[in-house]
């Protein structure tokens, strides 16, 4: 190995060493953009992946926030409201079901409804309704179910099936019911008093009748029929428009 040395070699050391510097300056510069990069597309990554996660958590909240507005709409509902599996069996029910049934939600849970059967209605009837429903169809009506301490009660029923997504198979069952006991006491009332009303009209001993404004007459009881010496109303109103005229 031969060392040269002169007056310029040092100045050739320096220059390698400079260019060495420069490269190493280079190098560690190009490593570091380069690391930048990928630290700066590492964190808008993760910006965006929490700006998704954020999102999908607000809409996860405001989808929570609107299932638990309706839940309590649905528990505070005046009418009595049940779920069904497809199989009939009672999966929820709010707390209407509960004050007008006289069974906790716990009691019914799993349970088919035929527990409220009265034994009012045939086969027929329930056959009917279920085919009703099972067939995408809404049912509704009256029907008498029983309490449970025995009482009889009238209740207006509808009956929604739910389908999955809207479409397809039917999944559930939505019944929403009404207590018209009250009504039905009066309207079977009012119908006693007709017709203790139409049996003091019909068995009066004096002549009595209804007619119209133009004094057309509608209905006239048996003595005032026979007072006036026709057979039947038909005769009396027959001969009533014929004098009219």
Known sequence: VVLVQNSKGGGLASNFAGIGIAYALEYYARKDYFQNLSLKKFINENLSLN????EHDKAIGLAEEKLTLQSKALESAAN?????NREGNIIWCNKAFSILTGYSKDEVLGKNPNVLKSGKH????????WNTVLSGNVWSGEIINKKKNGELYYEEMMITPVSENGAGSISHFIAIKQDISPRKKMEEELFESEKRLRSLFENATMGIYRS???????????ALIKMLGFSNLNELQNRDKTEAG
């Open 122 to 129: 045939d086969r027929i009837f329930y056959k009917n309704l």
């Open 51 to 54: 700006r998704k996660i954020n």
């Open 212 to 222: 119209t404004l133009d004094g057309d007459i509608v209905f006239a009881n048996d």
């Open 80 to 84: 009595s409201i049940t779920i069904l």
